[in-house]
């Protein structure tokens, strides 16, 4: 890892004017600065975003898709509007191929689900070993209710997918790879590249749960060729309440929707139903409209910003945070993958996750400790949890000197 000098890193952004556009990074936190390094769990919203949600309740709000009035055109066309946003965002070859949801959790259900009404005994869900739990519960249900079986791609001691294992477990009887793009306990990158290359050798549909990777980087998704890109508004500054589920056109076609409402049907009688048209046969009742125009604006924040510049400047100062979290003694990283984002989870001999970010708290550092929805990642490493420190752009060095700081006052406050 190279050592920067806090000054030089930058990335070319200007932070203090990002940071000056994010409220909520103006405060003080038991008197002392604010150092937000909890972004994993959720970032924080700049005020272009609160804007856009206040604009619409104040000026346009009524229901979508429905109405003649005025305030409905404007709402649906502003909801509509969002929709593009995220499309062009991913780069999906249409707006109808975005599903709005309640964030990855849904999207991901809504895929179990779905998908589900087709699986049988005889046939196998492949996830990896570093999931979040809302890529492992919503297939485990789906495997107790049809008998499938649920498998389990092996990972490494660095924290990394052991790939050639995971690809020796697809066969005829997979009928979906569900892996993380980035994982959120590890900060690991996947290969997902070659999963879906080697999954499309045998037709199996691949889902990527995108929750920590759309925040950091661009996300082509007709570049990976997946089936399905799950997302969360939250953690790319936008409202919670909102994610995405992407699909590819021809596969989210042939699926039955998982819930019926309005919305979702083009005639009802009591006899028959004839859905709707996507996307909108995914989405049953009244969406959350202020929830995607907000995640609309999100985007245009980030865009403005540059999802390059925002991943070129988040890898310097996850380097900068590593080496700086290395020179602590008594400090184990857990996750050490060759390919990562600014997640750096960690455990200090002696002190309990829990208590350190308790101390860390009354320095204005907040971070996450536990087990980050990821049980079976903290048993693999023999760990009950772990402190970690996840990284957004509107981050600064002085942030990391914060938590470096906070953490050397802990550590002698239990030595
Ligand atoms: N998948 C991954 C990889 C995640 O990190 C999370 C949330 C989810 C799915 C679920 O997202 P949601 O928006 O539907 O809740 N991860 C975290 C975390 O790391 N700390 O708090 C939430």
């Not at 008197?31 to 856009?52: F, K, W």
């Not at 249900?141 to 020796?168: D, F, H, S, Y």
Request: hydrophobic share 40%.
């Amino acid at each position: 890892m190279s050592s920067m000098a806090p000054d030089n890193i930058t990335g070319g952004l200007d932070i203090e004017a990002i940071r000056a556009d994010f409220p909520i990074l103006q405060q003080k936190v038991h008197g002392c600065r604010l150092a937000y390094l909890d972004n994993a769990a959720s970032s924080q919203r700049p005020h272009s975003v609160i804007e856009a949600v206040s604009h619409y309740y104040e000026h346009d709000h009524a229901n979508v898709h429905r109405g003649v009035h005025s305030l409905s055109h404007r709402a649906t066309d502003a909801y509509e509007g969002a929709r593009e946003k995220v499309r062009k965002f991913i780069n999906a070859s249409a707006a109808s191929e975005i599903v709005f949801t309640g964030g990855t959790t849904e999207s991901i259900n809504l895929v179990a689900a779905s998908l589900g009404q087709d699986i049988g005994p005889d046939d196998e869900i492949l996830i990896s070993h570093m999931e979040h739990h809302s890529n492992i519960v919503p297939w485990k249900l789906l495997c107790e209710r049809t008998g499938a079986t649920l498998r389990v791609a092996p990972i490494n001691k660095r924290g990394e997918l052991i790939l050639e294992e995971m690809l020796a477990m697809l066969n005829p009887r997979t009928r979906i790879v569900a892996l993380a793009h980035v994982s959120n306990a590890l900060g690991t990158v996947n290969p997902v590249s070659k999963v879906i290359e080697a999954a499309h050798e045998l037709d199996i549909p691949v889902l990527l749960d995108g929750a920590q990777a759309a925040p950091h980087a661009a996300v082509d998704v007709q570049k990976l060729g997946c089936e399905f890109y799950a997302f969360s508004g939250h953690k790319m500054c936008g409202p919670t309440g909102i994610g995405v589920l992407y699909g590819r056109q021809d596969v989210l076609e042939r699926l039955p929707p998982w819930q019926g409402g309005g919305e979702m049907i083009l005639s009802v009688s009591f006899e028959d139903t004839v859905y709707n048209k996507l996307p909108y046969k995914f989405e049953a009742g009244t969406p959350h409209i202020a929830g995607a125009i907000g995640l609309g604006a999100a985007i245009d924040y980030l865009d403005s910003i540059g999802m390059d510049r925002i991943a070129a400047y988040e890898a310097q100062l996850r380097d900068y945070a590593g080496q700086r979290l290395s020179e602590i003694d008594g400090l184990r990283i857990i996750g050490e993958a060759e390919s990562k984002v600014g997640v750096h989870s960690f455990v200090i001999d002696g002190i309990h996750p829990h208590d350190l970010g308790t101390v860390l708290d009354h320095k204005g550092v907040a971070i996450r400790t536990g087990h980050h929805c990821a049980m079976p990642v903290m048993d693999f490493f023999c760990v009950a949890g772990t402190a970690r420190a996840s990284l957004a752009f509107y981050n600064s060095a002085e942030d990391i000197d914060q938590l470096i700081d906070a953490l050397g006052v802990a550590t002698e406050m239990f030595a």
